[in-house]
């Protein structure tokens, strides 16, 4: 019954590999988002979606591309991993779009890129 | 430039009053502030939210002077298991920003 869940716990990849990491979330939330936490485990948001639509997209490079096909998950694709792409990636959901909504974690991928 | 800071890390010893404060002197009318609380290989999870005086739940409380400029997170006689990293995130509804700090990590000794 794990309310967010994140596909896989743990990627290992070679540089210039195309990956993805898949969420999904049960609890009836409209919106969804992606954060990546560096290794001195600073939070940054990247993406959020609400309803399948892109609400948040910030300066992240084009490699990195969302996918919403419908309100319950949330996939990440990365193009051409660099090594500077490791790290862990959470996605999250909150009820509604909102800046005081609260927000639900996943437990997180550990992106490895060697 | 919207801008949270808290200190990096922080020691306490089990049955102690601990505060952590976090800074946001860019926040807004209408902004709020959350913290969440993250263990080692998990997801930040939802500790506490206010936007303006003190809140107070189950396991924290929230204190937010007047000026909004600076909140603090107050965890009443904490144990080993409160041994954490604590985030700040302030949402910014000018812009759909969303903030954290760069988090605090709390340990606690017996």
């Not at chain 1, 990849?13 to 290794?39: A, V």
């Not at chain 2, 003190?54 to 997170?73: G, H, M």
Request: one cysteine or more; glycine letters at 6%.
């Amino acid at each position: 019954d794990t309310a967010v869940s994140q596909t896989p716990k743990y990627l290992v990849t070679q540089m210039g590999n195309d990956k993805s990491i898949k969420c999904e979330q049960n609890l009836g939330h409209d919106t969804m988002y992606w954060y990546k936490q560096d290794s001195k485990k600073f939070l940054k948001i990247m993406f959020s979606y609400n309803n399948k639509e892109l609400i948040i997209n910030e300066t992240v490079p084009n490699r990195f591309s969302p996918k919403s096909p419908d309100k319950a998950h949330l996939n990440l694709h990365i193009n051409s991993l660099e090594l500077g792409d490791s790290a862990v990636y959470f996605c999250a959901s909150s009820q509604d779009w909102g800046p005081s909504l609260e927000q639900f974690f996943g437990p997180g991928t550990r992106l490895t890129v060697l | 430039l919207a801008k949270t800071t808290q200190p990096i890390s922080m020691d306490s010893y089990e049955g102690q009053e601990v505060n952590i404060t976090c800074s946001h002197n860019n926040i807004a009318t209408n902004d709020y502030i959350t913290w969440y609380q993250q263990f080692p290989s998990q997801g930040p999870r939802f500790i506490i939210q206010g936007y303006k005086t003190k809140v107070t739940n189950e396991v924290a409380s929230l204190f937010i002077p007047a000026d909004r400029k600076s909140s603090t997170l107050s965890l009443p006689r904490v144990s080993l298991s409160d041994t954490a990293v604590y985030y700040c995130l302030v949402g910014f509804n000018q812009g759909g920003k969303l903030i954290f700090g760069q988090g605090t990590e709390l340990s606690v000794k017996p």
